[in-house]
């Protein structure tokens, strides 16, 4: 049972990993960039990457709902419950935040829903305000992860 919780616990840490990492590329180098895309250009800069993005997240986010939910069970009646509620409220708010509000404006901006540049500009800073929220709630259910394998102290002899 132990050797399933750690591979529970470390496949929610390469998910939120994962997550973070986009979240911290798009907010430090991808930004900058965006601010000046236009119709000619969107597909290519924005387009491709988000439906790559997406199609990813698609597969790896559901099976983080399970794994935090395992991890909530597993740290019941232990210190390390806070984070494990944490790591699961966290990958909910992301959802929410992604398929509830992103999505419809990757749909509109890929499929060319704009009357022109400026429209596109400001549909891609309301899609960067919406993203900066997921970097902060991705940043603190990393921060959350890690907190419970480091709680834990000697990560493999914990398992044994």
Same mark, same amino acid.
């Given at each position: 049972?132990?050797?399933?919780?750690?591979?529970?616990?470390?496949?929610?840490?390469? *998910?939120?990993?994962? @997550?973070?990492?986009?979240?911290?590329?798009?907010?430090?180098?991808?930004?900058?960039?965006?601010?000046?895309? /236009?119709?000619?250009?969107?597909?290519?800069?924005?387009? $491709?990457?988000?439906?790559?993005?997406?199609?990813?997240?698609? $597969?790896?986010?559901?099976?983080?709902?399970?794994? !935090? *939910?395992?991890?909530?069970?597993?740290?019941?009646?232990?210190?390390?419950?806070?984070?494990?509620? $944490?790591?699961?409220? !966290?990958?909910?708010?992301?959802?929410?935040?992604?398929?509830?509000?992103?999505?419809?404006?990757?749909?509109?901006?890929? !499929?060319?829903?704009?009357? /022109? /540049?400026?429209?596109?500009?400001?549909?891609?800073?309301?899609?960067?305000?919406?993203? /900066?929220?997921?970097? @902060?709630?991705?940043?603190?259910?990393?921060?959350?992860?890690?907190?419970?394998?480091?709680?834990?102290?000697?990560?493999?002899?914990?398992?044994?």
């Amino acid at each position: 049972m132990n050797w399933v919780l750690l591979f529970v616990e470390l496949y929610f840490l390469f *998910g939120a990993t994962m @997550y973070v990492g986009t979240m911290w590329v798009l907010k430090w180098f991808l930004y900058p960039t965006w601010r000046s895309l /236009d119709r000619s250009n969107v597909d290519m800069h924005f387009g $491709v990457p988000t439906k790559r993005a997406t199609a990813f997240f698609t $597969v790896v986010v559901p099976i983080m709902f399970l794994a !935090g *939910g395992a991890m909530i069970w597993a740290e019941w009646g232990t210190t390390r419950i806070i984070p494990a509620i $944490v790591c699961e409220a !966290g990958i909910i708010a992301l959802t929410i935040v992604g398929q509830g509000l992103i999505i419809p404006i990757n749909i509109k901006i890929r !499929g060319g829903d704009f009357a /022109d /540049d400026n429209e596109l500009r400001s549909l891609l800073i309301r899609w960067m305000m919406l993203n /900066d929220i997921r970097f @902060y709630v991705s940043t603190l259910t990393w921060l959350s992860m890690v907190w419970i394998l480091v709680a834990r102290g000697h990560l493999l002899g914990s398992f044994a």
